[in-house]
Nanobody, 124 residues
Framework: QLQLVESGGGLVQPGGSLRLSCAAS????????IGWFRQAPGKAREGVSC???????VYLDSVKGRFTSSRDNAKNTVYLQMNSLKPEDTANYYC??????????????????WGQGTQVTVSA
């Protein structure tokens, strides 16, 4: 069964940091571009970032300079390092395969299929 599983969320104070993980099972991530998405209560899901198979990245303007996506193909895992967190970053975060080629990617899911995500809450 092909699956992406998110983890690493939690409660953090404004200005704090979290690292989310997206682990693949049933397939190898090496050749896939992976995106991070989030959905806050009452809001539409939005794309946050993506990382191509060759490590190129794209970010939502509001997270540029604060969030960094990386990948460890040996661990079959993609990460999202989130620093300087703000209350408006509070959401359930998901990862999904996205279109990508070499060092480019697009923060658009290739399929409307989502895991459970991991909740990030930024609050004092």
């Amino acid at each position: 069964q092909l699956q992406l599983v998110e983890s690493g969320g939690g409660l953090v104070q404004p200005g704090g940091s979290l690292r989310l993980s997206c682990a693949a099972s049933g397939f190898t991530l090496d050749y896939y571009a992976i995106g991070w998405f989030r959905q806050a209560p009452g809001k539409a899901r939005e794309g946050v970032s993506c990382i191509s198979s060759n490590g190129g990245t794209v970010y939502l303007d509001s997270v540029k300079g604060r969030f960094t996506s990386s990948r460890d193909n040996a661990k079959n895992t993609v990460y999202l390092q989130m620093n300087s967190l703000k209350p408006e970053d509070t959401a359930n975060y998901y990862c999904a395969a996205v279109p990508g080629f070499q060092r480019t990617c697009a923060i658009t899911p290739v399929a409307d299929s989502w895991g459970q995500g991991t909740q990030v809450t930024v609050s004092a």
